[in-house]
């Protein structure tokens, strides 16, 4: 079985589309999408409805998402959300389709099986914790594979026995220009992180017509680590 692994869209449509085109070429027997749709960029409905075209998708709730929920009846909490993050908290609020409230309450905290584990952040802390290809693991596994998201940083490290994957961020990766996404071939352990360039001349319109912060458009742009 082969898994296309991806996280991180942040509502970044333009390169989602262009990830999904790849993906469909490589003909993954099941699609595994490790969280964030909330936040920084402002097509959330857009995206969803194309993730919930592909067949045999699972999608796991990442702390963006989580504070979207929280958001919904705290005015206060979606205020300061848009303050640290950019506009797109209250963009999505008021403009959320019933197919998309429907994904965000349908969100799972992980998913665990016999070949692999999947979080946002780590098994210590489902949605939080940030394990960066320098961070030093502290936790152990018996599966052949773990898959976190949240870092925005592409990874692909042994610990013991385990293979840790972070596919890296399809909407705002951090340690590149690119989108990226990684293959997974779990009968014969093997891992391709795939980086793909994408159009982003809309979406930094987008930050310009909202008024939104620049650090929107210059992390789309930046090829360096950057841990913000």
């Given at each position: 079985?082969?898994?296309?692994?991806?996280?991180?869209?942040?509502?970044?449509?333009?390169?989602?589309?262009?990830?999904?085109?790849?993906?469909?070429?490589?003909?993954?027997?099941?699609?595994?999408?490790?969280?964030?749709?909330?936040?920084?960029?402002?097509?959330?409905?857009?995206?969803?409805?194309?993730?919930?075209?592909?067949?045999?998708?699972?999608?796991?709730?990442?702390?963006?998402?989580?504070?979207?929920?929280?958001?919904?009846?705290?005015?206060?909490?979606?205020?300061?959300?848009?303050?640290?993050?950019?506009?797109?908290?209250?963009?999505?609020?008021?403009?959320?389709?019933?197919?998309?409230?429907?994904?965000?309450?349908?969100?799972?905290?992980?998913?665990?099986?016999?070949?692999?584990?999947?979080?946002?952040?780590?098994?210590?802390?489902?949605?939080?914790?940030?394990?960066?290809?320098?961070?030093?693991i502290s936790f152990d596994s018996k599966v052949p594979f773990i898959f976190l998201g949240h870092t925005h940083y592409s990874m692909i490290k042994m610990v013991n026995d385990t293979t840790i994957v972070n596919p890296g961020s399809i909407g705002q990766s951090r340690d590149c220009n690119k989108g990226s996404f990684s293959i997974i071939d779990l009968k014969y352990k093997k891992v391709e992180n795939i980086r793909y360039d994408y159009d982003k001349t809309q979406i930094e319109k987008d930050i310009i017509f909202h008024k939104d912060k620049k650090y929107l458009s210059d992390v789309l742009r930046r090829a360096k680590n950057d841990k913000n």
């Amino acid at each position: 079985m082969t898994l296309a692994v991806f996280s991180d869209i942040h509502g970044n449509v333009f390169s989602l589309e262009k990830a999904l085109k790849i993906m469909e070429e490589l003909k993954p027997d099941k699609y595994l999408f490790l969280g964030d749709m909330a936040g920084y960029y402002y097509y959330q409905n857009e995206s969803i409805k194309l993730l919930n075209s592909l067949d045999n998708l699972v999608s796991i709730k990442g702390n963006h998402d989580e504070n979207f929920i929280n958001s919904k009846h705290n005015p206060k909490l979606l205020g300061e959300l848009d303050a640290k993050y950019g506009k797109s908290y209250s963009f999505l609020l008021n403009s959320i389709t019933e197919e998309s409230q429907d994904f965000f309450d349908n969100l799972l905290d992980y998913e665990k099986n016999n070949c692999y584990e999947a979080y946002h952040g780590s098994p210590n802390h489902y949605r939080d914790e940030y394990i960066y290809p320098d961070t030093k693991i502290s936790f152990d596994s018996k599966v052949p594979f773990i898959f976190l998201g949240h870092t925005h940083y592409s990874m692909i490290k042994m610990v013991n026995d385990t293979t840790i994957v972070n596919p890296g961020s399809i909407g705002q990766s951090r340690d590149c220009n690119k989108g990226s996404f990684s293959i997974i071939d779990l009968k014969y352990k093997k891992v391709e992180n795939i980086r793909y360039d994408y159009d982003k001349t809309q979406i930094e319109k987008d930050i310009i017509f909202h008024k939104d912060k620049k650090y929107l458009s210059d992390v789309l742009r930046r090829a360096k680590n950057d841990k913000n």
